[in-house]
């Protein structure tokens, strides 16, 4: 179920993905909003180290301004990478 985020276990969002037939795997924008997420999240936490909320903004705000088309390069080839192995362990058949 997406990243484990409450917000995305919850059994609301649960039925509608259930429902709508969507896995997080099956769409290269999430995992690549993921990973943007999890690399600025880890920078916050690790670098920035806020102790206030305007501190947390700015940090998140700074790390934004370092996304940029060479880092999501990076990571859509990762996705590609991913993607393909997924395809390989599943026969080439669908992934859910």
Known sequence: MQDNDPKHSSKKVKEWLEANKIKHHQNPQILIRLKIYGTSSKNVRR?????????????????????NRRKCSKYIGHVRKVISIVIECNNGGPTG
């Not at 670098?47 to 996304?67: F, S, Y």
């Open 47 to 67: 670098v920035v180290q806020p102790q206030r909320k305007e501190e947390l903004v700015k940090g998140i705000m700074d790390c934004w301004e370092t996304v």
